[in-house]
């Protein structure tokens, strides 16, 4: 499941191992830093535009409404519905698209009124989001 913060808490594990020198913190590091530049290799093809795409298909052939949200600071791109499922809404990002502190600040806002908000960064997270989705609204 993508994670709904972005990278924040992954970035914030981190700090604790910057001025640590023990193996296993710099093999964490160098792990975040090779998993970031494979991220920024991706990026390079597949921009935000391609993810937004893909996200509207993929919701139209679940039968599915994906609509898009514009006009408010901070508010996620796309407002998704699926039959039979909540209202969900969604932050499309390229691999290493920031989350704007604007957009940050509305998602928390919305998130403590009970929204759900997801940050989705490629093709594989609107599959997988999409497969975690359907599959836990049969659960609850």
């Known amino acids: 499941m993508p994670n709904t913060n972005g990278d924040d808490e992954e970035q914030q594990g981190l700090l604790h191992f910057a001025d640590c020198r023990c193996e296993q913190c710099l093999a ?11 991220r920024r290799q ?26 898009k949200w514009e006009g408010v600071l901070g508010a996620p791109d796309r407002i998704v ?14 691999a290493t698209g920031k989350v704007r502190a604007s957009q940050l600040a509305f998602h928390e806002k919305m998130r403590k009124a009970g929204g759900k908000v997801y940050v989705l960064r490629s093709k594989e997270d609107v599959d997988s989001w999409l497969h975690d989705h359907m599959l836990s609204a049969h659960d609850a």
Do not use: I, N, T
């Not at 993810?51 to 993929?58: A, S």
């Open 28 to 38: 964490d590091v160098a792990a975040y830093d090779a998993k970031l530049k494979r």
């Open 81 to 94: 519905m699926l039959p039979g499922h909540d209202v969900v809404f969604v932050e499309v990002k390229s």
């Open 42 to 67: 991706r990026a390079q093809l597949v921009r935000e535009k391609d993810v937004d795409q893909y996200l509207v298909k993929r919701v139209h052939e679940l039968g599915g409404l994906c609509s």
